[in-house]
């Protein structure tokens, strides 16, 4: 399934500013949990990169949005099956 473009010129939506465990002290009451750092779906690191790529509700490094099958990275277009990313001709095999 394709995923839509947004208004990037790119063909993916805007990247989003990062979520940030780091908070100034005694932002947090005791006993509250500090928000959840960013993992990117490519690699599962932590993604502390000023900006992200938002892709079907899983947070990217711009770097990992590449093909599965051929590595290819993918610019302008990308299909999603199974919390993977496809280019158009191994999406369609």
């Known amino acids: 399934m394709p995923i ?7 063909g993916f939506p805007q990247p ?3 979520r940030t465990n780091a908070a100034p002290p005694g932002s947090f009451p005791a006993g509250r ?6 993992v ?3 690699c599962q690191r932590v993604i502390s990169d000023r900006f992200l790529l938002r892709l079907n509700d899983s947070l990217w490094h711009e770097q990992c ?3 599965t099958s ?3 990275p993918l610019h302008t277009t990308c299909f999603y099956r199974d ?4 280019c158009k001709l191994d999406y369609e095999k």
């Open 4 to 10: 839509p473009g947004g208004g990037s010129g790119r």
């Open 16 to 18: 989003s500013p990062p």
């Open 33 to 38: 949990a500090v928000p959840p750092r960013s």
């Open 40 to 42: 990117c779906e490519g």
């Open 65 to 67: 949005v590449q093909c």
């Open 70 to 72: 051929c590595k290819e």
């Open 83 to 86: 919390k993977k990313l496809y």
